[in-house]
C-alpha cells in the first residue's frame, strides 16, 4: 500500500483561482471606495442617473420595485432557504447548504459595516421609494453577487454540458445585473454604489471558495488517499 499526502490538483486549481479573484476584487473595491471619498465618481454616477431616468414607465417602475424585493432581506433570505432545500434534495449533504448560508450571512453582516464606516449619503433625486441610512455600497448589489455566485459555483457540476453551465452563469447574471439597475433606477443608490457592492460581494464570495478550497485540501492532507500497489511480476503480495 501506498499513501497519497498532497491534496488534489483540483482543489489547488481551485485556491489559485480564488486567490487571484479575491486579489482582483479586493483591489477594485478599495481602488472604488477611495474614489468615491474623492468624488471621482460624480460625473459617471449623474450621467449613468440621468439616462435611467428616461427609462421611467409604471411597467418599468412595477419590474424595478419586484427585483428590488428580490434583492431585499426577505427576498435574499427567502432565495437563501429555497437553495438551501434544492442543494439537499440535488447532493444530499450538507456541504452546499452550508457554503451557501455562510456566503449569504457574511454578506449580510459584511454590509452594515462597510456602510457605517464610509457612511455615504443616499441620492436625494429622483427617488421613487423610501429609505433610510447610509449608501455606500449597495447591499442589495452586495447580495446579490454573493449569493448568486455561490449559486452558480455549487450548481457548475449539476448542469448539464456547457449549454446547461452557460444559461446558468447567463441567468445569475442577468439577476445580478437586474437588482443593482433597479435600485439605481428607484434612485436610492449611485452607480457607484451598486458597482462598489459587485466588488465587495465577488471579494466575500472568493473568500468564502478559497476558505472552502483549503479546508477540502486540509482534508485530504488529513485522511490521505490509499493507492494499491502490486508486484511488478502480477503475482499478489499475499
Known sequence: MSIRSKASPKHGRRLFIACLTLAAFGAGFLITAASVRTYGFNRFDAAVIARVAILE???????MKAFSWIGSGIGICTLALAVTALLCKLRRRLRGPVFFLAVFAGAELLDPLLKAFYHRTRPDMHRLIP????????????????????????????ARGRAGRAVLVTLCLLMTAAIGISRIYL????????????????????????????????????????????????????
Open 57 to 63: 414607465s409604471p411597467g418599468e417602475t412595477l419590474a
Open 131 to 158: 429609505i433610510t441610512g447610509y449608501s455606500f455600497p449597495s447591499g442589495h448589489a452586495m447580495d446579490a453577487a454573493a449569493c448568486c455566485g455561490a449559486l452558480a459555483f455549487l450548481l457548475w457540476r449539476a
Open 187 to 238: 434612485g436610492v443608490h449611485y452607480p457607484s454604489d451598486v458597482l462598489g457592492g459587485y466588488l465587495a460581494g465577488g471579494a466575500w464570495l472568493s473568500l468564502a471558495i478559497l476558505i472552502d478550497a483549503a479546508v477540502l485540501a486540509g482534508k485530504k492532507r488529513r485522511h490521505p488517499v490509499r493507492i494499491a500497489r502490486f508486484p511488478r511480476d502480477g503475482t499478489s503480495s499475499n
